[in-house]
């Protein structure tokens, strides 16, 4: 598929900005112009908020068996045109094409997944203390809703907001990343193929202070779900949180990887590289720190070093990982990894530049990177990157380990590699995140699975899983009263 080159809203069908201006999508891999994009502005947020808004009394109203039906005709449409959807998703990201397609293929599991709740949507049926009254809960839509996501994993991000949102009965604007527009579109024509009635579905672009933030701060919309940065969420939950909107957040994560001593080391060393650099490090989920017995350390470290030596970068299927998403999020963590060695005495055991070689100075491309000697106080081991960066650290032992993996305000996943079940449960008891993972990477969740995490990874709410139907539906407890006598 041919990526086009001007990309518009959906707002009530395909339209450019009500002011006509652009902005350029340009490809991390070699900078190059492939697309003009609508640029949306405040009047460009009201009025798809307007169309939410008139959409939300009849699409509320629609059984929810049918609106998942719909989910499941979108989401069979996505498996046919996978391909073409993959190819999206490449140009956008410069990932290549098997990561993209790997990317397509779990927004496809979440698509059936969530169609599938649609036949159960559970509430539940209980007793009651009043004679002849017995109660249930049912769920209800929330409203129009606001869905602002990131560009790191562009058509999963999408899926894992608009499946479930649209499912229970809530219309939405969706203000992708500025990076990845036509990536929303590709599903949003897919939704309206299978029968989306026009209006319930909205995708507006542009920067997140033009575009996203006049939706956050519209008194109509009664929901915003958020993945992205901390300071973002922080005023969002402020700004939404203020009018007692409800708010869900998926922010960011500084994941510690341990591996003990009786670790198998090659496994350990495989699944850390994973943790760190895939999707060049653009994970909220990423290994970032590398919690490493000193019993082991060197062994590891050789071990770890020459499987990061060995990856390969660049946008093709053989290559491992590809560039960052844009020039600002390049010197982004350029600017952090020259911070840290500057002012914090962190050495550089690998990387550490942007390539300059030929084949990439054009793109986004950063060396994958590994640093040593990082205080725990630190900012590089405080604060989220957000690229192919990772720390590693030496502990003493067990309860070192653990005391530094929970010295964080972060708490989204973690890791541990042991050979003992007992260290494996005393990890999984004492660890505070929202997701571990033993003898594995600290990503690879699953769309039957909650998602999330805990201090400033996020607000308490889940999504995937069947929990995520709690962040798109409210409760309603129904009592139902009854006279024998009228029998």
């Not at 058509?155 to 992708?176: M, R, S």
């Not at 950063?366 to 040593?372: K, Q, W």
């Not at 990157?385 to 653990?402: E, Q």
């Amino acid at each position: 598929m041919t990526y086009p080159g001007e990309v518009l809203h959906w707002i009530g069908g395909e339209r450019p900005s009500l002011s006509g201006e652009t902005y350029d999508k340009k490809h991390p891999h070699d900078g190059t112009t492939i697309a003009r994009v609508a640029r949306g502005r405040p009047e460009d947020s009201r009025l798809a908020v307007d169309t939410a808004v008139a959409a939300f009394e009849a699409w509320a109203r629609t059984p929810v068996v049918t609106r998942g039906e719909l989910i499941r005709r979108a989401t069979m449409l996505l498996m046919e045109r996978r391909d073409a959807a993959a190819a999206i998703v490449s140009t956008e990201t410069g990932k290549s094409l098997k990561d993209a397609a790997g990317e397509v293929g779990a927004a496809i599991e979440m698509g059936f997944f969530v169609a599938g709740e649609g036949r159960r949507f559970y509430g539940r049926t209980s007793t009651s203390a009043v004679a002849n009254r017995w109660a249930m809960t049912i769920r209800q839509p929330v409203g129009p809703a606001a869905l602002i996501i990131a560009a790191n994993t562009p058509i999963a991000n999408v899926a894992w907001k608009v499946f479930p949102a649209l499912l229970c009965g809530d219309t939405a604007v969706l203000k992708p990343s500025e990076d990845t527009p036509e990536t929303a579109m590709f599903l949003c024509r897919l939704l309206y193929e299978a029968g989306l009635p026009e209006g319930v579905l909205s995708v507006l672009h542009g920067m997140g202070t033009e575009a996203g933030a006049p939706l956050v701060e519209d008194e109509r919309v009664r929901l915003v779900s958020f993945t992205g940065s901390v300071p973002v969420g922080r005023w969002i939950q402020r700004t939404a949180g203020g009018r007692l909107a409800k708010v869900c957040l998926e922010l960011g994560g500084k994941n510690p990887l341990v591996v003990c001593d009786d670790a198998d080391l090659d496994l350990a060393a495989e699944a850390a590289v994973l943790s760190a650099f895939s999707n060049a490090g653009q994970r909220c989920s990423s290994g970032s720190r590398l919690l490493i017995f000193d019993g082991v350390y060197d062994d590891f470290r050789n071990r770890f070093l020459e499987r990061t030596g060995s990856l390969r970068l660049g946008p093709d299927d053989e290559d491992d990982l590809g560039p960052v998403i844009n020039e600002r999020q390049m010197r982004s963590i350029l600017g952090a990894v020259e911070r840290a060695t500057q002012e914090d005495g962190v050495t550089v055991a690998f990387g550490g530049t942007r390539l300059t070689d030929p084949a990439h100075a054009r793109g986004y491309y950063v060396a994958p990177t590994v640093l040593e000697n990082a205080r725990a106080d630190a900012s590089i081991s405080r604060d989220e990157v957000f690229g192919p960066v990772t720390c590693l650290y030496r502990v003493r032992d067990f309860d070192h380990a653990i005391k530094m993996a929970n010295d964080t305000h972060f708490g989204l996943t973690a890791a541990i590699h042991t050979s003992s079940i007992h260290r494996a449960e005393v990890f999984r008891e004492r660890i505070r995140s929202g997701v571990i993972s033993i003898n594995g990477p600290t990503y690879g969740s699953e769309p039957h699975m909650p998602f999330g995490g805990l201090k400033d990874s996020g607000n308490g709410f889940r999504e995937a899983g069947t929990e995520a139907l709690d962040v798109y539906s409210d409760w309603k407890t129904v009592y139902v009263k009854h006279d024998p006598d009228q029998i």
